[in-house]
């Protein structure tokens, strides 16, 4: 029994160590330029080893990506404390930090291609998106969300992946101004809404409450109302 | 000669007549749920004819999607002439009869899954996204956009995108709401950056220079501040 359970142990962190390398090779290059054969180096074993754990590159893949999901939708994880602008503005800061660390392979990943487009793949980004959804909703305190809403803070999630893409494709603009952004264009696409939607002007109404004045979003209003009569 | 000519016509004929019958196929369902025996029913000719004209289905679905890709490319162009809110809530106009005469294949295609992740689909989809900031670049006047205004037109491309998407999943929005909110988006996206950058404030304000107040524009610059009191 003893021994049976160590086989399995180390089945497992023979699998971990795998993935753990592999996420690494990933990250740093598009997988379609990443072979079995590095993976099997960069681990120390055999080829024939690796496809031992795994059946072939789209398997490991898919289990390196299944941790990157993980690992990103615990980051949007955030205590329920303090105002909502600056909750949000650290979660970005822990997106950006995501999306640096794996630069490329998010880019490959985001912008599909062969070895990506698989179901397996397109569902756990999916789940992510769903994570962040749920994040933003729960921080909200919203648990039934109406129709406009839940379009406000879905194209919202991809608006922040866009970013990310844009970013990461020169890096032209300095991340934190970036990470700023993203919780000013939360509070701008919420107030277009509210603009048009008695029901999304209550919720705009209710997060504003909570704000204060030197936070993200009362910044960014001081701003706006300085740069209006300008405009005019 | 003559005879010559008249064979090659007959087959380019053919070649047309098999897109258009495939892009009706490919805009009501998924891809993966179309068959070549349907397509050879709808155009009435046999499988093996098919096959003739085109090597498989991904080769008549990336001929689909080219063609697709070229009728949405056109519907971005726009005189100009007159307020450019009103040029742009025109063009999302279009932009949802697209959706909309397309939505099942246009929700496949943008969601990815394994017949539409080929590096042409993706390439074509590209080419669409280009197209769509290029179009908004000219007539903002632009030629050398900086940084932030590429990252602003960019992501509001990808913002339509999404919104179409959820838009399509239940269609629990009105889509001339949509329409008219996207051209907000844009302004509101713009005046996130402004805020922040004088460069982008001089952008914003040369396009608000000539909004006429009744604009869509003007009517959310209005419905904003008849907002922003109550929020204190």
Chains 1, 2 share one sequence.
Not at 174 to 200: I, K, N, W
Not at 211 to 217: I, K, M, S, W
Request: proline share 6%.
């Amino acid at each position: 029994m003893t021994t049976g359970v160590r086989r399995r142990m180390g089945v497992e962190e023979r699998r971990q160590q795998l993935i753990a390398v592999a996420l690494e090779l990933f990250s740093h290059r598009s997988p379609d330029d990443v072979s079995i054969d590095e993976i099997a180096a960069a681990a120390g074993i055999s080829r024939p080893l690796v496809y031992h754990y795994f059946p072939g590159k789209l398997s490991l893949y898919e289990a390196a990506l299944r941790k990157a999901a993980e690992d990103l939708a615990g980051r949007f994880v955030e205590p329920h404390e303090g105002p909502l602008g600056a909750r949000l503005l650290r979660v970005m800061g822990r997106f950006f930090d995501f999306v640096d660390e794996h630069g490329p392979g998010f880019s490959a990943l985001m912008r599909g291609g062969p070895a990506v487009g698989s179901s397996a793949t397109n569902a756990l980004i999916d789940s992510v998106r769903q994570a962040a959804y749920e994040q933003i909703l729960a921080h909200l305190g919203i648990t039934e969300p109406p129709a406009r809403l839940e379009l406000v803070v879905r194209s919202w999630v991809s608006l922040a992946e866009s970013t990310a893409l844009i970013w990461l494709d020169g890096r032209r603009i300095p991340r934190t101004e970036l990470e700023l952004q993203l919780v000013h264009d939360f509070a701008a696409l919420t107030a277009v809404s509210a603009a048009y939607d008695t029901e999304m002007a209550a919720i705009l109404r209710s997060v504003l409450a909570a704000e204060p004045a030197d936070g993200p979003f009362g910044d960014l209003m001081e701003r706006l109302i300085a740069l209006a009569p300008q405009a005019d």
